[in-house]
Structure formats: C-alpha cells, structure tokens
C-alpha cells in the first residue's frame, strides 16, 4: 500500500464522496493503520519506542486507532502535551519546547512523562522541579550535522541556529550538577529523509558526545524519519538504533510526525471558476494554499493531485489557485488528460500532515470540515467549521 491515491481509487464514484461539501479533508484510517504498523514492526524488531509528533498530526479523534501501535506521543508545548496526555493516555508523554516558561513549566511537568530541554540555562532552572516530580529530563544536543540542502528553515544545525547545544556551548555550561539531572539526550535534525542521513547523523552525534553517551538512560533521535515512504531504507534505520542500543546501553526513542499519517489524508476540492491571462488557463479553487495547505508555500512544493501530472505531460494545463486576494495563493502548475470544468472535483493527497495542524481563516476563508474515512469504505463527519470559528479568534465571544 504504497500509492498516495491508494486508499480512495475504489472509493471515487460513491455517492459518500461525490455528495461532500468542499473544502474537506478526509483522513483515512487504512492508510494511518498501514503506517502504523510499519512503525510497530520497526519497533518490536529493534525494541525502540516511537512516539507521534504531534505538531504535524494532532486529530485527535484517530489516537485511539493508532496508539495501540505506538509508545505514545511528543508534544512541543503545553497545549500539545495536555492533548496528547487526554486522548492518548495510555501512551508516554514527550515534550520539547525552544524555552518553557515560568507560568506553564508546573503543567507542563504534570502531563510529561520526558521533558526535553534546549539549553543548560532551562535545564538548571526547571530540571530540579521536573526531576522532583519523577519525571524523566532530557537535552536536545546540536550535532551541527547538516544532511539536507535548500531547506534552511527545516534544517535545525544550519549556522546560527538556536536549536540544541553545541558541543562548544556544552563545555562552557555544562556543570556536574546539572549534568547529574540528565538522563536522556535528544537530537532533532532530519527533514523528510532517509535512514543514509540518520546514519551520518548518528555519526556526528558520536564524534561529538560520545564520552556523556554511557551516563545516559535514552537517545531520542528526533523526527523528519519518512519511514513509511516507499523508498525508505528500514533496514538501515534498524541498524542504526541497534548500534546505539548496543553501544551505550540506551532506550532509543523515534518521535516522527509525517512518518505516522503519511499519504492518510486528502484535500477535496472544487472548482469555482476558469481564467485566463496570456495563454496560461487558471482554475480558482474553493481551497486556497495559503489557508489550508500553508506548506505549499512555506516549503515550498507541489502537492500531489489525483488523475494529473505536475510535470505537464497531459494534454490540458491548468494553474490551480486559491480564491483569495494574495497574488502568490498558487497550488501549482498541472496537466489533466481532459478540460476541467467549473463545478469539478479535484482530491488533493497526502494532506493529513502539517494541514489540519496549521490552517488558517486568512481573507474569512472558512476551514474545511474534517471526514473519516473508515476502514471499511464508510464517510463520517468528525467536526465542522464556520463563521464562529472566525470570528471568535479576533475579539469578543
Ligand atoms: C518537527 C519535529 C518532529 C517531527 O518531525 P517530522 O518531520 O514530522 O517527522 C519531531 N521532533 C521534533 C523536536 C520536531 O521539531
């Protein structure tokens, strides 16, 4: 089940789906159980535990399908912790956040389990209390490793970068009092790659803080694994956390995001209207990138699209657009084997990751409403949105 479109081909011409109001995502449950039980062969194989981040994927409404599978969740601050600690409480509770502050960090240690700090100035001042209260403290470290080109906004050990201690930092800080308050070390630096840069990575980690390693209960390698993409190298990643079980005696913790809900969801989508400006034919979607896929732009990229190619090898091209006023509300360029037409419905993939977690009501566009696709081919609504929902972030309820 490797197919972006997999999960929704036999799907298209039921009245369930031909009958949805646009803008919606569906999330669809085959997908996030086929994911999930990728992540939990990896896991009884290797014995890691892997923990959903929920920064990329927080509905919340799916945890229970999927936490059977999984060790629990990471969480980047209060609001994430709670949820995680409410609707997958069975599961542990991992928080990292660039600076806790004063008047969250008490509840934010009553939710987690770890608690993962960014510099030794925040591990001196809350780690005391977090270890009072049993619970476990960890560091994100630096490795200043960088395996990925052209994203620098996703590339935590890019020059400059506030996220994690170097080693230079740590040995100007570093005191054997806080160093006592440790038991974990976490690295965060990969962005949707392959095990090739984990292992690279894992490398710099050991050049660089290999002699505190052995003092250390767990290493939590962080996110941006794409485990469950179909060219990912699994075997490899297995070899890395056996190697760093086997060398320091630690538990290794993986916390990916898009890994978990990979391709599990789709935008659908309608066409409003038609233009054309010098010969390029543009379609205005009821969905705009800017509200609703925000990732399109900020990474940027072109998601992909069912029954078209965004390479422009089919016969018909068309710009697809949002219907706000931003000039740059552009989805991207695509080609179609037929002419659209307005009222057509186009399904947008991999859109459970980074969207629902990240949208928007810019221009008053209404969020989209959130569809369950069941594993068995059922459609249910599992939350709407309105005016309310805009409104009430602006001013008086
Ligand atoms: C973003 C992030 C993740 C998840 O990353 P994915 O790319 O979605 O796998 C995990 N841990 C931390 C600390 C992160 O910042």
Request: net charge negative.
């Amino acid at each position: 089940m490797n197919g972006i479109f997999d999960g929704l081909t036999t799907l298209l011409d039921s009245e369930n789906i031909k009958a949805l109001k646009t803008p919606c995502y569906v999330i669809d449950e085959k997908r996030l159980l086929h994911n999930a039980e990728v992540l939990s062969s990896v896991m009884s194989r290797t014995g890691c535990r892997i923990l959903l981040a929920q920064k990329a994927f927080s509905n919340y409404d799916f945890y229970p399908l999927i936490s059977g599978y999984i060790s629990g969740t990471e969480a980047s601050g209060l609001f994430e912790a709670r949820l995680g600690k409410e609707e997958m409480p069975e599961g542990e509770v991992h928080v990292f956040c660039a600076a806790y502050r004063d008047d969250e960090i008490g509840e934010i240690i009553s939710y987690a389990d770890h608690i993962v700090f960014n510099s030794i100035y925040q591990l001196k001042k809350f780690g005391p209390s977090a270890k009072k209260a049993g619970r476990s403290v960890g560091l994100r470290i630096n490795p200043e490793c960088s395996t990925q080109e052209g994203h620098e906004i996703y590339d935590p050990c890019a020059s400059g970068s506030r996220l994690g201690v170097t080693r230079s930092v740590w040995d100007e800080e570093m005191t054997p009092d806080a160093f006592e308050l440790l038991d974990g070390i976490h690295f965060h630096t990969l962005c949707e790659q392959n095990s090739d840069a984990l292992e690279i990575t894992l490398k710099a980690v050991e050049e660089k803080f290999g002699d505190v390693l052995p003092s250390m209960k767990w290493l939590n390698m962080g996110g941006g694994h794409h485990i469950t993409k179909a060219d990912y190298d699994i075997k490899t990643l297995e070899r890395v956390i056996l190697y760093a079980k086997d060398k320091w005696g630690v538990e290794v913790y993986l916390e990916p995001g898009e890994a978990v809900a990979l391709n599990a969801g789709y935008l659908m989508t309608r066409v409003l209207d038609i233009v054309e400006n010098n010969g390029v034919k543009i379609a205005i979607l009821d969905s705009s990138a800017a509200c609703h896929m925000p990732d399109v732009i900020e990474m940027p990229y072109t998601p992909p699209l069912l029954n078209a190619a965004s390479d422009g090898t089919k016969p018909y091209k068309y710009r697809l657009a949002g219907p706000t006023c931003l000039s740059g509300d552009v989805i991207g360029d695509y080609s179609f084997d037929n002419e659209l037409k307005r009222g057509d419905m186009l399904i947008f993939g991999d859109m459970a990751i980074y969207t629902t977690v990240k949208n928007n009501t810019f221009n008053g566009m209404p969020l989209p409403d959130i569809y369950k696709l069941g594993t068995d081919g059922s459609v249910e609504k599992i939350t709407d949105f309105g005016y309310s929902d805009f409104k009430h972030r602006l001013g008086r309820a």
